[in-house]
Each structure stands twice: as C-alpha cells, then as structure tokens.
C-alpha cells in the first residue's frame, strides 16, 4: 500500500493556544507533512516554534501567504477567517477553520468525523470545526441517536479557561494566587475574577441566552442533521485550566436502557466510557488533558421522566475540542483525495 502523498499544510493563528496544539498533532499523528507554514499577525512574526525535531519561523499572514498550500488550518478567530479564508481558497487552498465564522453558513459543512463525514464530500474550500463544547457532545450522542432517536437535549457546560486563551489560563493563576493572598483577583479578560469562581464568559444574546449556548443549539442540529432534535444549554466558566465538562440530559424516542447506552458508547469510535461510581471511576478534566478522547460516565436512567438518560462528558477542548478535530479532517480529505472542491465557493 502506498504513502499518503505529503500535503503543505499553512496553519493561521500558530502561536495561540490551538494554533500550538495544532503543530502538536500534525505532528503526534505523523501527518505527511511536505512543508509547514506557520502564520499569525505581524506583533508575532520571527517568533519560532518547535515541530518535527526542529523549528518553524512564523511569518505575518498576508495576500501570498496560501500560495501553493493543500491545506489550510485556521484558529485565528472569526474576523480573521473572514478575511482570509476566501483568499486561501482562492490561492488553491482548501480551509479548516476553527472559527465561528462559517459554522452556521449552510453552504459550509460542519464536521466532527465520528459523527458526519461524509458531510465533507460536498465541501466548497472551507469546512468549520464546531465549538469545542458542541464536539464532545455530539460523538457521545450519535450511537445513541442511531439506536434510539434522541427528541431532546439539555446540557450544561463547565468549561475550562483555555477555551478562552493562553492569557485566560495565566490569569486564572493570577486570580487563585490573589485570593489565597487576601488581595482582590483581577478580572482583565473575564466579566468575573475566575479565581475559585463560576462565571458566564459570552455575550448574551436578547432571548438572554449567551452566544455560546446557542451556538450550542444551532451546531448541533447542523451535525446531527436533524432539525427534530430540541436542544438547550446553560454553558458557564469553571476555575479550570483545560478539558470541559458537561451534563447532558437527553431524551428518546424509543426507550434506552443505560445498559444499552453504556454497552454502545464503550463500542463507539473516540468515546472512551469510565462508569463505575462504585471505585470512584468517573471522567474529570484533569485525567482527560493530553488525551484525544471523548470520556463518558454516570450513564443513568432519570427517575422522574421516561425514555431519558444522563451522561457526564468530558474532553480536552485544546484537543478533540479544537486542534486534533481539524487535524482528523485533514486525515480524512487525504485518505479520500478530496482536498480539491469540485465546486469552489470562491474562484
């Protein structure tokens, strides 16, 4: 069997805490890389970065910057993704784009692989990554959608501060050092000092839900492809470094055992079941970080409704909430030799 042919791969958005992680697992997953192209704004130019056993140099995104690259891997934000994206695609470049800027355009497939592939074979030039709290929730819910129809879906979220930035994860060490300290915690980049707090860390919305709920809303119908599923969510900020949590509340269609449920999540591709309350075996953010799995846990009945189940959730959002997501992506459109759109969004 032959090699995977090399692929020149750009990545926008390098030096932040995805964009390093990205590096990380082009890297760890041995993808053919032919040539790397680290790219960020001007303030971050020169800055080098170690991959593959030596260095990269970023360099200032710009007008060339996607000339003669296969794929283009971004975490830069939705502004710029808007601005860049088209002239990647443009240069002959296909895009996967960590953003918000496309997850609800219906012209862009939203794509987690476990859940919907094949959504890729229609893609344009640009394919989003979804938000890394709706990733994790969806892997675990797809073998329990196909065996049962999922109808509803309430989640509240714990989310780590790296879901925020690299500078998010130092004031969090800030803010717990000033309250162990007696002194006040500052609150620079959160509405809140996240010291030992809980906080809502989005816009809200005029329905008074936060942007990152409904983001949560909207992604999940798009992947699951069904517009029948209802689905609410309360996300809020935890003093946590990195890997989000989530209790999720689904209900069914056709009644699901927790046996049932448990039995197909520990057979489903990238879930990872810990569920034995009994030897305090649960998932946790702090054993999920640094793994590229889904954890599930306290998989149970609810007592009070039929045809519903339970499910904690957990999983590194620098990792299969972000960075390894787009790279399996890249993995797929390789395999598939699907890089090349046959019908372009921008020519």
Not at 235 to 245: D, E, L, S, W
Request: charged share 25%; glycine share 8%.
């Amino acid at each position: 069997m032959s090699s995977p042919r090399p692929v020149r791969v750009a990545v926008l958005g390098a030096t932040g805490a995805v964009g390093t992680e990205m590096l990380r697992v082009l890297e760890q997953r041995k993808f053919p890389v032919a040539s790397l192209r680290a790219l960020a704004s001007e303030r971050s130019a020169g800055r080098r970065l170690p991959f593959a056993g030596g260095e990269v140099t970023v360099e200032p995104v710009g007008p060339a910057s996607f000339q003669g690259i296969d794929l283009a891997i971004f975490s830069a934000g939705a502004t710029a993704s808007k601005q860049w994206a088209p002239i990647a695609v443009r240069s002959g470049a296909t895009v996967v784009d960590n953003s918000s800027g496309w997850r609800t355009d219906p012209k862009v497939p939203l794509v987690v692989p476990e859940v919907n592939a094949r959504a890729l074979e229609w893609h344009g030039g640009i394919i989003a990554n979804p938000n890394c709290s709706t990733i994790q929730m969806v892997v675990a819910l797809k073998p329990l959608h196909d065996a049962a129809k999922i109808r509803r879906v309430i989640v509240s979220t714990y989310q780590a501060v790296s879901g925020k930035s690299g500078r998010a994860m130092a004031e969090l060490t800030e803010a717990t050092r000033a309250v162990l300290d007696g002194r006040t915690p500052p609150a620079v980049l959160f509405p809140k000092p996240m010291g030992f707090n809980v906080s809502f860390d989005w816009p809200f919305a005029e329905n008074g839900f936060t942007e990152e709920e409904m983001k949560m809303t909207k992604e999940t119908v798009k992947i699951m492809e069904d517009t029948s599923i209802k689905v609410t969510a309360t996300t809020a900020r935890v003093p946590v470094y990195r890997g989000h949590a989530e209790a999720v509340y689904i209900e069914t269609e056709r009644r699901l055992s927790a046996a049932a449920a448990r039995e197909l999540l520990a057979k489903a591709p990238g879930v990872v079941v810990q569920d034995d309350p009994a030897t305090k075996t649960w998932p946790s953010p702090r054993e999920a970080e640094g793994r590229g799995e889904v954890f599930v846990g306290r998989i149970r009945e609810d007592h009070a409704q039929d045809r519903a189940l339970w499910l904690w959730v957990v999983s590194d959002n620098l990792l299969k909430g972000a960075a390894l997501n787009a790279v399996q992506i890249g993995e797929i459109l390789l395999a598939k030799g699907m890089f090349k759109p046959k019908q372009p969004l921008f020519v």
